[in-house]
Every structure is written in structure tokens, then in C-alpha cells.
């Protein structure tokens, strides 16, 4: 196992360096350049345009330009952004990734924790009439244009009804006195919503192995009442208590988005949850738990949804690569200024520091990522590990 | 010789089509299947009636063309003058005058000779739909039917042609990487890992800055994006089970060539699962270019993307419900095309896999 770490380590590492210099030229491939706009400036000196590409080192011949990016990213040094210019590419990066991982993260644990219960109803109600509808709504909303479905909610729930805000992330009038800035929120939120969620699941593990269900069931609503009291007590004292209103600006801002991106992306894990575990029922071990008397609801829940589980972790981790990707589309419509923005819009500016900043740091993340699925994989399904040792 | 050759021909021809008829027979049981494939087959019947139409003579191409065609929808408006405080008798509310068939005299600055009472003449686009234009007219006076029926040509085309290149290459690249191992699959791997690694959309992007992106050229791009991304990886996986059956060990001992193991044996079983792909990924490229075209950066005349960038840019998408016919239409189009498309390719998924088969 070792050895196949190292070495598929030394592939990832190849396969990056390939990346970075080819993304780079694919950027300086892109007709003109940043600064472009200041050839139409009439007011300008001639050479001002050729004095500012020699400041930031665009004279150079590309060849030359590759070989010092590839050399300083590997000392650490990304340069600097040309359209924000004292901002380096890693300090925006720092500013907009809390607003998309909270956003996302949010989303992406709520679609899965209900796709993969209707996925779980909707294999065991195989043939039945409301299998038929809920998988026809659930193929609507996977292959639902969501461009136009997006702005379509936007119209109705911002617009129409004015429940929601329509876009950003903030009333900017509210925080005109604020002693801090946006990001202290979200990082604050980002850890309270982690620890929330790892209170849950350690509560769901640990109720796990009990017998009763009426127990179990009254444990989990406990931890959810603990979660709960805990949670007030948390926003109504001390630091939190004065940033509380600042938070609940951003929360106000967010329902909507996760509402829409979570419409949408929960019927992907629904459907490939209904997959897996039709295929699993057919197995013997079910039969054989059927012929112990078990009742349906167990056999349902602890052994057939279980293994069915396996797929929708993989891909569980697969989308959290495409976090960031994914985002493009949704902060674009909910002018939401996080990475995905941030990615659009050094791409159409050609500000190719931040630009390959970006797609660097999803690139690495994609990478690790596949390397994590393919040994959490061997580990998780007993059946590939005695095969890649045999 | 040649007799038994022909009778083996024969036989083989006949069980072809046995297995054709008995594996229709499996999919038209699968009841969402048929569902997608009576969808699939209603936007492939637009997408042929519009030539049909012109062709024949009973659409003008002048008023019925998707992209340069223009209808001069004339309207007799009263002129009527709006109260300054609502609600008055007639109007409840600021948003109901002037109510359908009236317009307001303040807004008339290009008629000034005109009185309260008198009647406008005007044309008014987009019109809503009439019998001459079943889903009325866009903000140009063009037919929005026409423009659906064009949208599914181009979608049928995108959806099609880019599916089928991707899958060929990742099926021929997945077949390779499992059988020959190694270095090869190690190669394999890590260029798909490269393509996955990039930002699908911000490389669009970048690629339709280097160029105008027509139809053709963006199937191919999706293709070979697709073709040799993710997909390589699943089709490897499901040619390293074809790769242990004992078929492939005989062929081996009869001395097949390594190609012919390849090509005759391993590649026709890793074919249904490549088809159901196919149809899957048919979906992802009809999104695809809708979203591509919804941010404005093909260089196609009509697409349903297209439809709804209009009517976004134009401001129609916020004014409600008032003007469905550009709104609705097209992103549904685009949704119960992939839809279908999807359906389909779960009935067949139940034909080529007998384990999630209810019997």
C-alpha cells in the first residue's frame, strides 16, 4: 500500500507540473491582455501602456514568463493580482473561500442526507405508484435547466412574494458600523456549523448499536434538543451575542440559494441511491435477513442502505472537488461573491496570477481528492482490498 | 463449403434479430423508459417539421424564420390617461394601468397630436400567442415555435454528435488502459486526471476567447473533454471484469492476437455499458450548451440557451408570468429533452443489467 502511495504521489506530482505550465499558456494564449483597455485611453502617453506590461513583467518573451512563474510557485510566491493590485492571489483567495465553503457545505450535506433517504424509499417502494412520481420529480429537478430555474425562483420567492433578498450576501447599509468585516462571520458560522454537524454525527454513530427503536429515536431528538439549547446559549453570550446580528444578515441571505441549489442536487444522490440499492436487494444476504424474520424497516435500514451507502460516499467526495466549479454558475445568478466569482471573473479579465491561483488550488484539491476516494474505496468495500492484495 | 457459411450467416442473422426483439420486449416494460422515449421522439418530430414546413410552403420563410424572420402584429390602442391615485373606479393598482388593449398618454411622446380617446395604431412585440404563431413572438416579431423547433435541431446535433465522439474515445482509451495495464494504464489514468482537474466552465470559457464557437466545434470540444475524463475511468473499471471471463482466457489459448482479444471479445461486452453512457451524457452536453449560450458566449444564431439569454437580457424573466411565452417554452424544452434522454437511458439500463431487472 505504501509503495502504491509513493509512487501514485509521484505521478500526482508530474501531472501537476503539466497542468500548471499548459494552464499557463493556455491563459497567455487568450487575444490580448489585462491591460489592454489602456490602448483606448486617449489621455494616456503613448508609452504608458508599454511601461505598465513592462512593470508587471508581461514584455518578457512567454518562454521566460512560464519558466519564473513555474519556479516562483514552487518558492511560494504567486505574484500579484493585476486588477486588485496590492492583493496577492492567496490573500483574495482567503477572502472569498469562507462565504463559498459555507455556502456550499451547508448545501451539499443537506441534499445529501435527503437524496439518499428518498433514494432509500424509492428502491423499497420499487413498482409502486409513488415510486413513479417521485422519480419523475427527481429526474425534473436533476435535469432541470438551472440557469432558469434558478432565476425563476428568484423571481418568484425575491421578487413576487419579496420573501427573500434577490442576490448578494449582505445589506450593506447594516454593516456600514460594523467593527469587523464579513469574513469574521463566516469564519465564526463555518466553525459553529461544524461543530453542529459533528455533535450530530457523533450522536448518530453512538445511537447507532441501539437495539430499540423507540430509544434510539428519543436519544437522536435529545441530541437534537441538546444541539438546539446549546446553540442559543452560544449566539446570546459573550462575543457571539454582538455579532449575532451581522450573522443572522448573512443566514437571511443564504435561504434562498440553498433552497434552490439544494432542489437541485439531491436528486442526483436520490437517483444513484435508488440504483445501488436495487441492485443490493437482489442479493442473498437479504434474503436471508427476510428468512430470519427481520422486520422491513431494519432490513431496509441496516442492510440493504448500508451497502448502498458506498457509491453515494464516493461521489459524495467527488463533489466536493467540484465545489468550486460548480459554484460558477450559482454565484453568478446569486451574485454571490465567492470563489466561483472570483474564477469567472480573473478568467475574463485575464488576470492571470489570481487565475492560475485559482485553478491551481482546485486542481490540487481535485488531485488529493481522487487519491483519498481510491484508498478510502479499498478500505470501505473489503471486497476490492482482498482483490488488490490477491 | 460456401452453403454451410451462408447457413451460418443466416443463423446469426436470425439471432440478432431474436435478441433485438427480446430485448425491446424488456425495455418497452420499463414504463419511465417508454416515457422518455415518447419525449425523445415528440422533439425529434419538431426538429424534423420545421424544414418540412418550409420546404412545403405553408410557413413563409420571411415571417416564420427563426433567426432574420419578422411578422407585423399591428394592434388599435385606445389612449387613455392614468388616474394619479390608486385605487381609482376603473384601475386598482399602479401595475394595472393601462389594462390590455389601452395605453397610457404619457408614454406617447412619438405621437403627440394624439387625445384621450382616440385610437393608437401601433405594433406590438412580442405578441402574445394567436393562431398565426401557436407560442407568439419574441421582442424582434420572431415565432417562438419556430425558434423551439430550431433549438431541438441544434440540441439533437450538440447532443448526438458530442456524446458519440466522447464515448468512442473513452471507450477504445478505458478498453486499452484495462487490458494492457501497466504503464499504459498509468498513462491512461493521469491524463484523465488532468482533464478532470480542470474547471469545466471557466475552460469553456477560455476556449470560446480563442475562437467563435459554432455548433460543430463545440461537440466536438464536449466531446473530448468528456471522452477523456471521468468516463475513462468507469468504462476501465467495467473492462477489468470483461478482462477475468473465462472467454477471453480461451481466445487467448487459441492463440488470438492481442488486438483481436481486444476488439472481438472485450470491447462488444463493454459496449451496452458505453451506449447507456451515450444517452447519459447526451444529457450533460444538451446542458451544457444551454448554459454556455445563456451566458452568451456561442456564436450559434438559435439555441433554447439563446431563447432564454434574450428574454433574460431584455428583462422578461422578472416581469412574472405576463409574457410565459418567452420564458417558459424554452427552459422547459431544454429540461424534458435531457429529461428523456435520461429516461431513456434508465430503461435501457434495466435491459443490459439483469440484476436490477423487478423479475
Not at chain 1, 429526474?139 to 428568484?154: D, E, G, H
Not at chain 1, 432542489?263 to 434474503?287: H, N, P, Q, S, W
Not at chain 2, 473513452?170 to 478498453?175: A, D, H, P, V, Y
Amino acid at each position: 500500500m505504501a509503495e502504491y502511495i509513493i509512487r501514485r504521489t509521484l505521478q500526482m506530482i508530474v501531472v501537476f507540473f503539466i497542468f500548471l505550465v499548459s494552464s499557463y499558456l493556455l491563459f497567455n494564449a487568450i487575444p490580448g491582455n489585462a491591460f489592454s483597455n489602456l490602448l483606448l485611453n486617449p489621455d494616456l502617453p503613448p508609452d504608458a501602456y508599454e511601461k505598465v506590461l513592462a512593470t508587471y513583467g508581461l514584455d518578457k518573451p512567454i518562454m521566460e514568463r512560464v519558466q519564473l512563474y513555474v519556479v516562483n510557485f514552487f518558492k511560494g510566491d504567486f505574484g500579484y493580482s493585476y486588477k486588485y493590485y496590492p492583493k496577492t492571489p492567496i490573500e483574495l483567495i482567503a477572502e472569498r473561500l469562507p462565504r463559498t465553503l459555507m455556502l456550499f457545505a451547508i448545501v451539499n450535506i443537506v441534499a445529501f442526507y435527503t437524496g439518499f433517504l428518498v433514494g432509500k424509499v424509492l428502491a423499497w417502494r420499487r413498482g409502486s405508484k409513488s415510486e413513479t412520481w417521485i422519480t419523475v420529480t427527481s429526474v425534473f429537478s436533476y435535469t432541470v435547466f438551472y440557469p432558469w430555474f434558478a432565476l425563476m425562483m428568484l423571481w418568484f420567492f425575491g421578487y413576487k412574494m419579496g420573501w427573500f433578498p434577490i442576490g448578494k450576501f449582505l445589506y450593506p447599509e447594516k454593516w456600514y458600523t460594523a467593527p469587523w468585516d464579513s469574513d469574521v462571520i463566516f469564519v465564526l458560522m463555518i466553525k459553529f456549523t461544524a461543530i453542529i454537524s459533528i455533535i450530530q454525527f457523533i450522536a448518530y454513530i453512538m445511537t447507532r448499536g441501539i437495539e430499540s427503536l423507540s430509544q434510539r429515536r428519543n436519544l437522536r431528538f435529545a441530541s437534537l434538543l441538546t444541539i438546539a439549547v446549546g446553540s442559543y446559549f452560544f449566539w446570546n453570550t459573550g462575543d457571539a451575542l454582538t455579532k449575532k446580528p451581522y450573522a443572522a444578515d448573512i443566514a437571511y441571505h443564504m435561504i434562498l440559494p440553498v433552497i434552490v441549489v439544494t432542489i437541485v442536487a439531491f436528486a442526483g444522490t436520490a437517483l444513484l441511491t435508488r440504483t445501488t440499492m436495487v441492485e443490493v436487494i437482489k442479493e442473498d444476504y437479504i434474503l436471508t435477513a427476510r428468512a430470519k424474520g427481520l422486520s422491513q424497516k431494519r432490513i431496509r435500514d441496516r442492510h440493504a442502505a448500508r451497502t448502498a451507502l458506498l457509491p453515494v460516499v464516493t461521489s459524495f467526495i467527488f463533489t466536493i472537488v467540484t465545489i468550486i466549479d460548480g459554484s460558477v454558475l450559482t454565484e453568478t445568478i446569486f451574485s454571490w461573491p465567492g470563489m466561483g466569482q472570483l474564477l469567472l471573473q480573473s478568467v475574463l479579465e485575464e488576470d492571470i496570477p489570481v487565475a492560475m491561483a485559482t485553478f491551481s488550488f482546485v486542481g490540487v484539491f481535485a488531485l488529493i481528492a481522487h487519491l483519498v476516494a481510491d484508498i478510502s474505496y479499498s478500505y470501505l468495500d473489503p471486497r476490492i482490498r482482498i482483490k488488490s492484495q490477491g | 463449403m460456401s452453403n454451410t457459411l451462408k447457413e451460418q450467416e443466416e443463423l446469426q442473422k436470425q439471432l440478432r434479430k431474436e435478441a433485438i426483439r427480446k430485448n425491446w420486449k424488456l425495455f418497452s416494460q420499463s414504463k419511465l423508459g417508454m416515457i422518455g422515449l415518447y419525449i425523445v421522439a415528440f422533439f425529434l418530430f419538431l426538429a424534423l417539421l420545421q424544414p418540412f414546413l418550409f420546404i412545403t410552403g405553408i410557413w413563409n420563410p420571411a415571417i416564420y424564420d427563426p433567426v432574420v424572420g419578422y411578422d407585423k402584429i399591428s394592434a388599435n390602442l385606445l389612449v387613455i390617461e392614468c388616474p394619479k391615485e390608486y385605487p381609482s373606479e376603473k384601475y386598482e393598482s399602479y401595475e394595472d394601468c393601462p389594462g390590455p388593449g389601452e395605453v397610457n398618454i404619457k408614454k406617447l411622446y412619438m405621437a403627440p397630436d394624439l387625445e384621450v380617446g382616440d385610437y393608437y395604431d401601433t405594433f406590438i412585440q412580442p405578441a402574445p400567442p394567436s393562431r398565426t404563431h401557436l407560442l407568439g413572438t419574441d421582442s424582434l416579431g420572431r415565432d417562438v415555435f419556430s425558434q423551439i423547433m430550431e433549438g431541438s435541431q441544434v440540441a439533437f446535433v450538440l447532443g448526438l454528435l458530442s456524446a458519440t465522439l466522447g464515448v468512442g474515445i473513452s471507450t477504445i482509451l478505458g478498453t486499452i488502459a484495462a487490458f494492457f495495464g501497466g504503464r499504459v494504464d498509468a498513462y491512461l489514468m493521469r491524463q484523465s486526471d488532468l482533464v478532470l482537474m480542470l474547471p469545466s466552465l471557466p475552460l469553456l470559457f477560455i476556449i470560446s476567447a480563442f475562437a467563435e464557437l459554432k455548433v460543430w466545434h463545440l461537440a466536438i470540444v464536449l466531446g473530448v473533454l468528456g471522452g477523456l475524463g471521468g468516463s475513462v475511468i468507469t468504462i476501465k473499471s467495467q473492462a477489468l471484469q470483461v478482462k477475468v471471463k473465462p472467454y477471453v482466457d480461451s481466445a487467448r489459448i487459441t492463440g488470438g492476437s492481442k488486438w483481436q482479444i481486444l476488439f472481438q471479445h472485450i470491447l462488444p461486452n463493454v459496449a451496452p455499458l458505453a451506449l447507456l453512457f451515450m444517452v447519459f451524457s447526451v444529457t450533460g452536453a444538451i446542458a451544457s450548451e444551454s448554459v454556455l449560450s445563456f451566458l452568451g458566449l456561442l456564436n450559434i444564431d438559435m439555441s433554447w440557451g439563446i431563447m432564454i439569454y434574450l428574454s433574460q437580457t431584455d428583462g422578461f424573466i422578472f416581469s412574472g408570468l405576463d409574457f410565459w411565452w418567452l420564458i417558459l417554452p424554452a427552459g422547459l424544452a431544454v429540461t424534458f429533452l435531457a429529461g428523456g434522454f435520461y429516461l431513456v437511458g434508465r430503461g435501457l439500463d434495466e435491459v443490459f443489467n439483469p440484476r436490477l431487472r423487478k423479475r
